[in-house]
């Protein structure tokens, strides 16, 4: 996987709570992007994410860094629109220190280096984030620092031939000209023209 320099998640995660605060508790059942994922299960996987990422930036390693993602095994808990929010936050403050892209650490069960663990962090957030408001008909403007970032490390993944273990789908083309987070969406495999299907 390819590296990337310091990024600040505090404002991309701001931008993630506040799509969480708006998911309405009818629509935990709706599909997203990830046909593995409903959005409660989405949510319930950004929990889980952002907790194995804040512990791999402060290289507190055990369980929460050692299990890899399964989709079959996310719960959301009851009190998730607190939770979810406080977490992201632990996560974006924990990777503002200078020694978490440093060194090694793991995640997913995982070793990698900490510069590395920092960019799949950024995707992460950028990427479920378009997700999450796909899902449920939100406007989505990413930071932009994370954006770019989110960008340069797909497509060096891709150019590579570096599709992260198979955490990625196959390539979706997307115009050149199409927007930076169209491009990003399409490099991750997934189709930015996704909408939630209509009901029969």
Do not use: N
Request: one cysteine or more; a negative charge.
């Amino acid at each position: 996987m390819t590296a990337m320099p310091f990024v600040d998640l505090t404002e991309q995660t701001r931008i993630l709570s506040r799509l969480v605060a708006e998911v309405p508790d009818a629509g935990l059942a709706g599909p997203t992007p990830c046909p593995e994922y409903t959005v409660g299960g989405m949510l319930g996987h950004l929990m889980g994410l952002a907790v194995a990422f804040r512990d791999a930036a402060r290289k507190d390693l055990g369980p929460t860094t050692d299990t890899a993602p399964d989709p079959a095994g996310v719960s959301l808990p009851g009190a998730w629109r607190e939770e979810l929010p406080r977490v992201l936050g632990e996560l974006a403050g924990a990777w503002q220190d200078p020694a978490a892209w440093t060194g090694m650490t793991r995640a997913g069960g995982v070793d990698l280096p900490g510069e590395v663990a920092g960019a799949v962090a950024v995707d992460e957030l950028v990427i479920h984030g378009w997700d999450l408001a796909r899902a449920t008909g939100r406007a989505y403007v990413p930071d932009g620092a994370a954006l770019r970032a989110s960008h340069a490390f797909l497509l060096a993944a891709a150019q590579e031939g570096d599709r992260g273990g198979g955490i990625f789908g196959p390539v979706v083309p997307v115009p050149d000209d199409a927007p930076l987070l169209d491009r990003a969406v399409g490099l991750s495999g997934r189709d930015p023209g996704w909408v939630p299907p209509t009901a029969p």
